[in-house]
């Protein structure tokens, strides 16, 4: 085995793998057995890399929650038990636990792109190509592999921010590998994944792979969300120790006197505004028309023409929507998961929070605290008292995916052995503590269900994973236009249009601005905010359209943080809650309701609400007295062993050339301190 060629990638995994000397990793071998000089020379080889990379990387439906639950912890959705330490005073606090600090994906990635571009040629036409094979196909995969780098390097910057950029073998000297561990300014690193991805895109012009597979219109989509994340961070982070420059920026160490490539902060964000908008139209107008049709409502007899929007988010084969740009193959007794299961209970212990369901707007537009109070209504809204009523004449996206006693769960295959669990939607059982089947706020999703009782089995669901579809280009245009312009173009408008015909909700988006009361919204949605300050009503009507139409899908998280969307929680800490069930018809479901018991308690007091509060229980859940925040907390801690890992002495943490995220502790185990 030749070791030469990977000894440079050796210390440097080592520092983000957490080794504690560089030996033990220095040891690792490649891929193969096979010597680097002939593995990377055929098309097949090539493929067989990127088949084990995409497993590792790309997201399934591997957890518990499967693709329907990455909106927990967020004010979208809320998991079982107690809040996540992120929300809590003194609870997350800075460790010797990597975490996020891994480098194992980007050291693979690395050496693969570095055996096969001298083969290929680094001037990406293929004229110098050694590689045997289909040209275009190599070519594509090369884009795979740059694309797969590009999305780790994009889990590192919404984790850390600045970050270390190493995209080469480096010599096995401990001072230049060290050396290398010096955090590049987070900007820069968000124009090396962009840099990344145009390769992608130019290398996957040649062919078209199938949508289980990285394609062009994907890197072009993921470079759109890339260059909005990082173009809104800068524009709401400006003068923050968060951004390069800012007061306070811990990167000032390295960097005493940065200059923006484009001159200024302000140039920077709408460098990648206007990088956002250039990927998204091209996108955008390409499907905006290929949208997936809604029928308006949720299909509930075998008989009942389907709902292919519905449909489309459970689809076993998700090839036939042209709207899934990507996603991912499951098989009946090979490969399978839980989520269409959880779709007929309680998706796996989440809930969907009163507030979401009240961000809703009504059919025609109009928010629902224009149509009485939330319990009541006004008879056009029929108020929250009835779980069966609250759907009703509201946004098609609610009416389709919000559960309610009686909807049918399955309607085919009734007699397949494999299926099982509530082929009818029952009370949900908020009192419940059996994890998996409990409604911590009574409110679930159907989405993500498949109507066939074969699918609804323990761990043998074989739905097909979304991993990425066009609507989000079309919501990320929307978003950059008017934060790069402070205006609606005629692209936006189209695709503003197309989105809410699609949800059946009426398209004239100035009417519901205009009847919008940011107040009144700030009650419901942590995303009405940014640095502290209730935004524009405007640019809150995209963010709400962003927030209904990708629900439950993974993006909340990310979009708070880039939104700068929750220092508000730093004074006045949020109170997450669920159905209205005190002085309702509903609290008569239930015969076993226990508060004030302490731990025994199954739900919250009515003397905190008449709404359900998962998080107040009792005394020792975090959230207990409501979710806080701390500034510290918009980024990840590094882990103490990586900083004095990369310190001179490797025991003094202001010498390490891998400095602290602002307000985390570099020595020990503590909360961040603002």
Known sequence: MKYSKILGFGLLGMLGMAAVSCSDFLEKQPLSEIAPEQYYSSEAQLNAILMDRYAQILPGHGSWYGNFGYDGDTDNQVRPGSCNVRYTVDMWRSNNEDGSWWFGDIYYLNFALSQAMPRYGEDLDGSQNTISGSLPRIQHHLGELFYLRAYVYYSKLRAFGDFPIVLEPLPNDNEVLIEATIRRPRNEVARQILDDLDKAIYLMSFTNLPTTRINRDVALQFKSRVALYEGTWLKYFKGTAFVPGGEGWPGAKFYPSYQYPSGSIENESNFFLDECMKAAKEVGDKYVDQLTFNTGYLQQSADQAPNPYYDMFGAEDMSVYPEILMWREYARNILHHDVA??????????????????????????????????????????????????????????????????????????????????????????????????????????????????????????????????????????????????????????????????????????????????????????????????????????????????????????????????????????????????????????????????????????????????????????????????????????????????????????????????????????????
């Open 341 to 674: 299961l959880n779709a007929c209970k309680s998706n796996g212990s989440l809930g969907l929070t009163r507030q979401y369901v009240q961000n809703f707007l009504m059919e025609d537009g109009t928010p629902v605290y224009t149509h009485g109070t939330y319990a009541d209504g006004d008879g056009y809204y029929k108020g929250d008292k009835d779980l069966r009523g609250i759907r009703d004449n509201r946004d098609g996206r609610l009416q389709i995916f919000l559960k309610a006693p009686g909807d049918k769960n399955q309607l085919y295959n009734m007699d397949d052995s494999y299926g099982w669990y509530l082929p009818e939607e029952n009370i949900p059982l908020i009192t419940s503590g059996v994890y998996g089947e409990g409604y911590p706020t009574g409110y679930a999703l159907h989405k993500g269900g498949n109507f066939s009782r074969t699918q609804c089995g323990n761990q043998t669901c074989y739905t097909g994973c979304m991993i990425m579809r066009a609507a989000e280009s079309l919501l990320n245009y929307m978003e950059a236009c008017f934060e790069r312009t402070g205006t609606i173009d005629a692209t936006a408008d189209r695709y503003w249009t197309a989105i809410r015909t699609r949800a059946h909700v009426d398209p004239n988006y100035n009417k519901t601005i205009g009847l919008t009361d940011m107040s009144k919204e700030a009650e419901n949605d942590w995303g009405a905010y940014s640095a502290g300050q209730l935004i524009d009503p405007t640019l809150y009507n995209i963010r709400r359209e962003r927030r209904c139409e990708l629900l439950s899908e993974g993006f909340r998280y990310n979009d708070l943080r880039r939104w700068r969307a929750m220092d508000q929680l730093i004074t006045n800490p949020a109170h997450p809650e669920g159905m209205h069930l005190w002085n309702t018809p509903m609290q008569n479901w239930y015969s076993d309701l226990l508060y004030n018991a302490d731990n025994a308690s199954n739900v919250s007091s009515p003397e905190k609400s008449e709404y359900i509060r998962p998080y107040e229980r009792y005394e020792g859940q975090y959230g207990y007295h409501g979710l806080t925040w701390k500034m510290g907390h918009y980024l990840e801690p590094i882990s103490i062993k990586q900083i004095l890992l990369s310190s001179s002495d490797g025991v003094t943490a202001s010498e390490s050339k891998i400095y602290q995220n602002p307000y985390w502790s570099s020595t020990g185990a503590e909360p961040a301190s603002k």
